[in-house]
């Protein structure tokens, strides 16, 4: 059972940080921005370049994420946002795009295989039951410690403030002498950074190759539309109720319900329920678990 | 080298259709379609199944296009509630549960392997082919021009315009969006059969999505809302896209730069385009429409 408990927040952390980053942009810069979980990928690669050129760990991934923060406002005040004038569908074309261009250099650059950051491999210890592993815990805490980090921010000081008021009502904000370019600015910095700090988590535990970000697109999707995008707290929600399914649809036997002594979902399948989660909750509830009333025509 | 000019025509061909088809919803009507590719798997795994049953190439073109017709339903039934964005998150995920049911329900697809050894409608006879594929691309040439020159074509573009505007002058949302869906489904349907008969093979690897972004970014770069620029993209694109290896080849490079090369072609492109020349190549021609 704790064993479960434990892959659920392990699984909801990979997610979540991706999601939240994704939901926040979007409050301020109304398109779902694909390349968000391209920073995901760009994010370890550079920490692992770093890291290669003999930079500490720690030190590698914070100028990662700062690099990849940086790169988030500069393609969004030279790309997304003029495209942003026709239309959000074509703002999301557009990122694409840009996606495909990262996974083009990476291709390139880093070339197609897997890599793994060069930590020693310790056995995995006996935590409340569950086995756990030194990185795992280090991911989970890391990715903890981000969500927490902007959770302050958003809610306990001046930009964060700033950041609610311009995204609940955009005209009124400026009315009252708000920054607006600025405080988008930031929360461009922000989701970027968090982005790349997903990905920096995701790639501790295992991987990293050019597949993560397109690996990552309808799972990140699926939370923060659960979420109800433009909500960022509501994506840690949905990315926990995204890892609950998939938790859930593979450890379950179902062959009780069809008189079968054993029969578990194909594990190919698993990755598949994130998507059917996403597509029924654009039909039932496509603004979200906890909007009610607003509807967008 | 003759042959393979004449393959490089016949897939550009049938590109065409596929551009044709989600310039109809993407141009004319505003449906920024994430999952174009699905509603060809679906012409081409309906040919796939039917051959598999014993049936022949005829009863395989029916079953594809009663599939992406049936596709296309659902497609419109989600857009009855959702805004573009997220409409297009929809079906870019209905298009990847379709690949993933494709890849892993063995018993019906062939799985991974997919369903090879179908016929080829005329012998492995290129030109046949060619001409084949031409006259379909003309034929759909000819018919959306005339949807979109009609009375149809006009409460098209309003929807995509003023919906609002369109909904209060009595115009069924809901029904021209289903009735695009459906329209636009018949040539990518045809393009599924023509190519699994073509390539005589039909199996998941045809279904990513990155192929449907390749059609978005002809449809971008021909032209949105006009059909001479959509067939114009589709031709550009694919002999580009075919003359990379030549160029990897001269230059000597691996073959992750060809990998790079494609999605820089389609990135690129479509960066380019949405940005300097969001008009493409052939602009549409507003007040075009008789009726």
Known sequence: MSQLVFDLVLRTGDVALVAVALSAAYSLVRFPNIATVYYATIGPFLTYVLARVGLAFWLAAALATVAVGVLAVVLNATVFDRLLRSGSAIAMIGSLAVGMLVTAVLLVTAGPDSMRFAFALSPPQDLLGARVTALQLWSMGLSSAALLGFALILFFTDIGRCMRATAANAD????????????????????????????????????LNILMGPDLILPVFAAAILGGLGNPLGAILGAAVIALTEVIAASTNFGPLLGQAFLFLPVNYIGATSFAILVLALLFRPYGLFVNEVRRV | MFDFILHVAIIAALNGLLALSLNLQLGYAGLANFGQIALFGAGAYGAALAFSWGFGPFAGLLLGLALVSLLALVFARL???????????????????????????????????????????????????????????????????????????????????????????????????????????????????????????????????????????????????????????????????????????????????????????????????LLLRPQGLLPERIGSVRA
Not at chain 2, 194 to 213: I, K, M, N, R
Not at chain 2, 246 to 273: C, H, I, M, P
């Open chain 1, 172 to 207: 009124l904000a400026r009315a009252t002498g708000i920054d607006a370019h600025g405080v988008i600015r930031v929360i461009t910095f922000a989701s970027g950074v968090l982005a790349a700090l997903g990905g920096i988590c995701l790639s501790l535990k295992g991987e």
């Open chain 2, 79 to 273: 857009g009855r509630s959702l805004g573009a964005d997220y409409w297009g998150i929809a079906t870019l995920s209905i298009a990847e549960i379709l690949r993933t049911v494709a890849t892993n329900e063995t018993w019906l697809t062939g799985g991974a392997q997919g369903i090879g050894g179908l016929p080829q409608l005329f012998g492995f006879d290129l030109p046949g082919t060619l001409a084949l594929a031409a006259a379909a691309l003309l034929a759909t040439y000819l018919v959306l021009r005339g949807v979109t020159q009609s009375k149809f074509g006009l409460a098209v573009r309003l929807l995509r315009e003023e919906p609002q505007l369109a909904a209060s002058l009595g115009y069924d949302l809901a029904g021209l969006r289903r009735r695009v869906m459906l329209i636009s489904g018949v040539p990518a349907g045809l393009c599924g059969f023509l190519y699994a008969h073509y390539v005589t093979f039909v199996g998941p690897d045809q279904l990513f999505a990155s192929e449907t972004f390749f059609i978005w970014a002809m449809v971008v770069i021909g032209g949105l809302a006009n059909h001479s620029g959509a067939v114009l993209g589709a031709v550009a694109l694919q002999i580009l896209s075919a003359s990379i290896p030549f160029a990897k080849d001269a230059l000597g490079l691996t073959s992750e730069y060809v990998a790079a090369a494609r999605l820089t072609l389609t990135g690129g492109g479509l960066l380019l385009f």
